[in-house]
């Protein structure tokens, strides 16, 4: 099938295993064609986790607790503002207006909380700049371990801050210079291109 030769270059372990393989990504297109058919604010694709078990995308799921606590005082300076909500728009699309980059694939690295702060920097550099600038996550992995993050192993978007404000002088690198493994990396920082100076 052509799923199958999408994302299943390595085949499958047994005949069983390509029609039970089968009836999963059958029922995942069912259910995405459903949602897709209630035109909700979101639209689901098909990818390579689309013939998994429930199981196996389970272990996917939930956040690494990591110790709470941070290596250095709260120090981020902040400007408060009023503005009457009369005046703001009902909705905000926020993918149509350039601001967010498209979805990532963080594969079976516990590394969600480095897309939590890449994502939240991303937008506002663009509120800032008016440019969309993808960031690295593999930066903040390989390199925020002394603020108590753990790479793959979890880790707080709010420690991944505080290693760009304190020990790397307010930078975070592009994407595209620092790509995403998928694992644990040394950091390299000093090889970089700046993509964001907070």
């Given at each position: 099938t052509e799923f199958a030769a999408t994302h299943?270059?390595?085949?499958?372990a047994s005949d069983t295993d390509m029609f039970h393989r089968a009836s999963l990504y059958h029922a995942t297109e069912r259910y995405v064609n459903s949602m897709n058919r209630q035109r909700k604010s979101f639209w689901l694709g098909l990818n390579h986790m689309a013939d998994w078990t429930k199981e196996e995308r389970a272990?996917?799921?939930?956040?690494?607790?990591?110790?709470?606590?941070?290596?250095?005082?709260?120090?981020?300076?902040?400007?408060?503002?009023?503005?009457?909500?009369?005046?703001?728009?009902?909705?905000?699309?926020?993918?149509?207006?350039?601001?967010?980059?498209p979805p990532k694939d963080q594969g079976t690295c516990g590394s969600c909380w480095s897309y939590g702060a890449t994502g939240t920097t991303e937008g506002q550099l663009f509120l800032k700049t008016g440019t969309l600038t993808p960031l690295s996550q593999q930066n903040l992995m390989d390199c925020s371990?002394?603020?108590?993050?753990?790479?793959?192993?979890?880790?707080?978007?709010?420690?991944?801050?505080?290693?760009?404000?304190?020990?790397?002088?307010g930078n975070l690198a592009t994407e595209e210079s620092y790509p995403y493994m998928n694992s644990d990396g040394f950091c390299r920082a000093t090889t970089t291109t700046i993509g964001a100076t907070i």
């Open positions: 299943r270059s390595n085949g499958f272990h996917l799921r939930g956040r690494q607790h990591t110790p709470e606590g941070t290596s250095f005082p709260a120090t981020f300076t902040h400007e408060t503002t009023t503005t009457s909500t009369t005046d703001l728009p009902d909705a905000v699309d926020w993918v149509s207006a350039g601001a967010v980059t371990w002394s603020e108590g993050n753990n790479a793959c192993d979890g880790g707080l978007d709010t420690r991944g801050y505080d290693w760009m404000m304190h020990s790397n002088n």
